[in-house]
């Protein structure tokens, strides 16, 4: 079969994004936020021409089924000749079974729903997308592109934990998150960096959550994300990893109940718990508080333990990559990241650290022995390639 037109949806709890591909060319892109109460949809083609900027209806906003017949609207308004042929969802959690994207039968959706307990905030979710896109566009082809399934070349030795084995047997595992970010990383690496693409990587996904990949030869050899994307480095709001240790300590001496831990964990961590100012790196940047500065370093620290990590266990370091909001945008956080790896020979080019990654910017000298790069991902692209790839295999 072949397929021209690939909508591309991400459903979260109260929102949906979508990207409208032709070929390999995102021709359209928006979302609707705010699903369950005032909800709002916002859409505009690849040129910046606003097709939809609107309030849903109560009923329009009621789930995603209903919602999902509004981005059909939508796509009708962009190109009423539109047809879809195939629709890709980001869905988040695969469990150890799905290594590749699949193409959602009734009898895969039931598995998919077997998984909602592993990830009970994203998966739920994502199934609702792929239910609303089965009515809305009948008889077209759904393909679940899953977060986890690039990490599934990971070794025992990555990927277990040690408890004991019974639990690993039946799913407490290192699955790690970001897979489609890595994967198009990988794959991106081919077309502007090739003397490195088949070598030794470490790619840093640093967004609002945040994890890092070390790939070799294309393929996962491990991640910092785990069981959870609380696990590896702090981020926005979350703690990354912790002692268990201070989990117990939390219910013990402070009287948290374990849904308290993990909110405090999750949402009032990471840099927002550090530097009591914000979340976001541009207003950390910004400031002049010696505590933003000191979370800021922290930040960087962090990253830099979990490299080491992740270089020794490959044995070796040919790249690295930066990618993610903070990762493409933000010189003062590479350059942090690059200085602390001078000992491996890595030297950066300050000019061109200054630069941000709107496809791919080399910002390590000629002479470094680790090439350093910031490279802008595309998640909904690699959904797309991959469900064109399943649809027409
Ligand atoms: P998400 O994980 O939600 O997809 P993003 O990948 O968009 O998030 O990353 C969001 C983060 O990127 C925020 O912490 C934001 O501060 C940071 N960011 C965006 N632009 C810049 C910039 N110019 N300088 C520093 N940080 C930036």
């Not at 929102?15 to 909800?39: H, M, R």
């Not at 070349?153 to 290192?174: C, D, H, M």
């Not at 909110?263 to 927002?272: I, Q, R």
């Not at 000191?294 to 790249?319: C, F, H, K, P, T």
Request: hydrophobic share 40%; charged share 25%.
């Amino acid at each position: 079969m072949t397929i021209e037109t690939i909508l591309v949806l991400n459903a979260g709890s109260s929102s949906i994004k979508f990207q409208l591909f032709k070929g390999e060319e995102s021709v359209l892109s928006g979302q609707i936020d705010g699903l369950g109460a005032s909800a709002w949809i916002k859409g505009k083609s690849a040129e910046g021409a606003v097709i939809m900027d609107r309030a849903l209806s109560d009923e329009e906003a009621k789930n995603h089924n209903t919602a999902l017949q509004v981005i059909l609207a939508l796509l009708k308004e962009f190109d009423s000749e539109l047809e879809v042929d195939a629709i890709g969802h980001r869905v988040v959690h695969g469990s150890a079974k799905y290594s590749a994207p699949v193409l959602v039968t009734d009898e895969v959706f039931a598995e998919l729903e077997t998984f909602n307990d592993l990830a009970p905030l994203h998966n739920p979710h994502n199934l609702a997308g792929i239910q609303g896109a089965k009515e809305a566009f009948p008889g077209k082809p759904n393909v679940a592109c899953f977060d986890t399934a690039f990490h599934r070349t990971q070794e025992f030795k990555n990927e277990a934990y040690a408890i004991p084995l019974k639990y690993y047997e039946e799913g407490v595992r290192r699955y790690g998150m970001h897979g489609q970010s890595f994967h198009y990383i990988a794959e991106e690496l081919h077309n502007v960096a090739p003397e490195v693409a088949n070598g030794k990587v470490v790619v840093a996904h640093l967004g609002n959550g945040a994890s890092m990949c070390a790939i070799e030869n294309g393929k996962c050899v491990t991640t910092t994300m785990g069981f959870t994307p609380l696990d590896g480095l702090a981020m926005g709001t979350r703690s990354g990893t912790i002692d268990a240790g201070v989990v117990f300590y939390m219910m013990d001496h402070y009287g948290m109940s374990a849904k308290e831990v993990a909110n405090l964990l999750n949402k009032e961590s990471g840099m927002k718990g550090l530097s009591g100012i914000s979340q976001d790196m541009r207003d950390l940047e910004n400031s002049d508080s010696p505590v933003a500065a000191r979370a800021l370093e922290y930040y960087e620290n962090r990253i830099l333990r979990e490299m080491g990590g992740l270089i020794a266990v490959m044995g070796g370091l040919d790249a690295v990559v930066f990618t993610g909001g903070i990762g493409e945008n933000s010189s003062q956080t590479r350059a942090g990241v690059c200085k602390g790896l001078e000992f491996l020979g890595a030297e950066l080019d300050e000019e061109a650290n200054k630069g941000r990654a709107k496809d791919a910017l080399v910002i390590s000298k000629p002479s470094s022995k680790v090439k350093l790069m910031a490279i802008a991902t595309d998640e909904e692209g690699m959904i797309a390639r991959q469900t064109r790839a399943i649809c027409e295999a």
